[in-house]
């Protein structure tokens, strides 16, 4: 009952039915077999013994490597360094073929590896993402798939094709992390934040040598690229996603977020943006405020709404993150229920 709800909320999107005729593994996974044919030809024309030196299938299990207490875009150093190595040997438009073949490569693994998973919501939310990282092959430039800078595009799509993060429908996609959970009105998010991302911050949980509770959650983080499907119609069909993922995964304590966006000042500044805490609070999740936002949380905050600006300049409004935990068991159950209204109203 669930999967027909969460089905059904992600073919609506902005109040339309969406055509998903053709899209199945089947279809993806010959485009990405054509594509992958003309980039190792492109390679073995331009730099003759490239793969052999840096094997494809050796570059993809790097990019699939990820601990549970690290965040889903962080690559493995020896990625950037192996991709440094074949700049300066092959240059920039070697480097960029070498980079999309091995997104083919990983799409194409993640496919057999989802080979029964085709009937859901999410499937459908990652067939999409999969089709338009391969329409970025043709309409981006070699700049787009080099790593020199942190933060790129390209590391997100590194992570959905390697399977570290799932796009789950809309402007969201969600990673797996275990973590310390914050206290409220911590020392500035920002402050704690930099403690997890120091080294042996995993052996600290190991040890049990952390102050707060420590949980395996779905982290929900937004895709800027996808705002266009920012609403309030795409948040519930991805959460209804993400209940399934959870359903499937018994590892899963609950779901967590944090974001200025959670923040209820919001409900009375920026009326529009008020699904975004609406849909978990009914459902029985917990809120908190952890700490002011990051510089460009803090700056999205203020510059991207006249009102807020205002706001802020009056001293009416400081912009300030909440996190929010959603626990397992009140998930399902909100899941259940929305799929039991859904069946009821067919």
């Given amino acids: 009952m669930i999967r027909h709800a969460c089905r059904k909320a992600w073919m609506t999107m902005h109040g339309e039915r969406l055509d998903c005729s053709g899209m199945d593994w089947t279809n993806v996974s010959e485009t990405l077999r054509q594509e992958a044919v003309q980039f190792v030809a492109q390679l073995d024309g331009h730099a003759p013994g490239l793969t052999s030196r840096f094997p494809v299938a050796a570059f993809a299990a790097l990019c699939t490597r990820r601990s549970l207490y690290d965040h889903y875009e962080n690559l493995p150093r ?5 991709i440094a190595r074949m700049h300066r040997m092959y240059g920039r438009q070697t480097v960029s073929t070498y980079v999309k073949l091995v997104l083919c490569t990983l799409i194409q693994q993640a496919i057999e590896a989802r080979a029964a998973d085709v009937d859901s919501g999410v499937a459908d939310s990652i067939i999409l993402n999969y089709q338009r990282i391969m329409g970025d092959f043709a309409s ?21 094709s390697s399977g570290r993060a799932i796009p789950i429908g809309g402007a969201w996609l969600v990673e797996k992390k275990t973590f310390e959970m914050p206290a409220p009105h911590a020392v500035g998010s920002v402050a704690r934040e930099a403690m997890k991302r120091r080294p042996f911050y995993s052996a600290r949980i190991r040890l049990g040598l952390v102050s707060g509770q420590v949980r395996t959650c779905f982290v929900v983080h937004t895709i800027d690229r996808h705002l266009r499907f920012f609403n309030a119609a795409q948040h519930h069909a991805a959460y209804l996603n993400l209940a399934e993922l959870v359903l499937r995964d018994r590892g899963i304590e609950g779901i967590y977020r944090a974001s200025w966006f959670l923040d209820p000042a919001l409900e009375v500044l920026s009326p529009g943006l ?11 999740a917990e809120f908190q405020p952890t700490g002011p936002p990051w510089v460009g949380g803090f700056r999205d905050a203020v510059e991207k709404s006249a009102t807020r600006k205002q706001a802020h300049a009056d001293g009416r409004y400081e ?3 909440y996190s929010m935990y959603w626990s397992r068991e009140d998930l399902l159950r909100w899941a259940a229920d929305t799929a039991a209204l859904d069946s009821a109203a067919l």
Avoid: C, M, N
Avoid at 78 to 82: G, M, S
């Fill in 274 to 284: 008020q699904f975004l805490r609406q849909i978990p609070l009914e459902g029985g």
């Fill in 78 to 82: 020896k990625v950037h360094t192996t």
């Fill in 140 to 160: 981006q430039s070699d700049d787009y798939y080099q790593l020199d800078r942190p933060r790129l595009p390209l590391e997100k799509d590194l992570a959905i």
């Fill in 319 to 321: 912009p300030w993150v």
